[in-house]
């Protein structure tokens, strides 16, 4: 089975090799009188380093040459790290890049002769690398603090590789700007006042996010492209503990940790050789690239709160799956392993990559749409994929007909996930037998007023789209209360107003 795609990107950016070409002219007739000369010309070019310059002996050709990294974070003040900063040309050379100069990507070195001090970084782009920085970027002459960042190289793709400059608008890019805290007070006092005091007790309501904490793994070209090492924080694998977590007894099964579920990518293994991940290798993604961002887990569910207009007159609640971080890449999975309780025999979804769906056609994933519900536009690029790209004639039946374009009695609209994801709450307690309580899969997401699944984040009920995904089984028919209809919707108290089968 293939590994999942995931997180994202220290690309090194090619810098424009530019030749400039001579014109001849044919064979005109004697040259005549030579002209009075006109005023001076502006300066020409200071000269470009040259790699040579560079990679020289005295400087990143030193196989000794490193950055020395002095930790301050809680626990870890004063460990000592290195970064390398030997590069072998030989290696470079080899690379798709090997014939671009060096300061066409790091472009903020371009000093005559090569000498060069201190240079701007910006902290984060690695998956969970290093220690974690309160801080937004290093400046040019302060001590870095830990070796999660990057520099102008790993931006400056987009001056040869143009046709991925919306990248820097994408949901890779912008989820950095969830370090603005995101902490609900105003419906944290409406949940009280609606549910009372006990609803509110050691409830967030959201999460405060910190500068540098969601950066540690997103934001730039290198974290995907700039070939890292990959390394699972523990050992094991979170899947043999998948349905014990959803139990909620994980705690006291021997060998779970969540850690199974958190990745690193040290990307200065790669320092030497500068190698670059080409696109072609998302489509089959080997070293797990998207699976060290796209991993978590799921979790016994919890009473989750939300707005339930858009004016935010109202509350509502649901409980719902507790989901930790982005396990897309083990839904994923999960949907072709019948080994778990809520997998399934979905094969053809689970043995695909990331790549192969998303970004349209052609599985560019550099433009991903970056604010909540552009995805769902009818076409790429503001769109990402649809189920009906390839399940275009998949439903004939009426009944299906009006729950997608909300013609039904209650004009309500069902989006395709809302039916056919599997593995959360519900899902669960029907698989092991444990009894069901008021727990739900689905609810009405206010944001589109479609049926979609929800689940538990930071005390809100949010919309998710799980990757668990299987073939909606109705049963002997509507009527019958033990198929995917009634357990899904059409039960008695359920939170989208479907009537209850019998």
Known sequence: MKRMLESFVTVVALGLAMALAGCGTGDTGSAGATGATGPPGPPGASGEVTNATCLAANCHGNATLVKTIVRNDAGKEGVVETIPLYVDNTQFSATVHGGQSCVGCHSDINAAGGAHGPVVKTYGGWARFSAKQAIEAIATNEIPRTRNYYTAASRSCVTCHSNHADFANSAHVTIFK???????????????????????????????????????????????????????????????????????????????????????????????????????????????????????????????????????????????????RHPQAYELLISGDNTILTGGNNTAHAAMTCAECHGGSVGDLHALPGLPYEWDAPTYPKGDVHCTDCHSAAHTNGAVAFHIDGTGIYGIKVACVGCHAFGLARDFMFASGAPVDNSTDVFLDPETNEVRPVVYKHTFAEAWYPHNWQTLNPGTGLTDPAGDCAKKCHYSGNPVGAFALP
Request: proline share 1%.
């Open 178 to 324: 969830q370090r603005n805290a995101r902490v609900d007070t105003a419906l944290k006092e409406a949940v009280r006042i609606a549910f009372g005091d006990n609803a509110i007790v050691g409830e967030d309501f959201g999460e405060n996010y910190t500068a540098g904490d969601c950066n540690r793994c997103h934001n730039s070209c290198a974290t995907c492209h700039f070939k890292s090492t990959i390394k699972r924080a523990l050992a094991g694998n979170p899947l043999n503990f998948w349905d014990n977590n959803q139990a909620g007894v994980s705690t006291a099964i021997s060998g779970w940790n969540d850690k199974m579920t958190e990745f690193e990518m040290d990307w200065t293994k790669n320092v030497a050789s500068h190698e670059i991940r080409k696109g072609s290798y998302f489509l089959n993604d080997a070293e797990g690239v998207c699976e060290a961002c796209h991993t978590g887990l799921y979790k016994k569910a919890k009473t989750a709160y939300y707005w339930a207009d858009a004016a935010k007159t109202s509350v509502k609640s649901v409980k719902a799956t507790d989901v930790k």
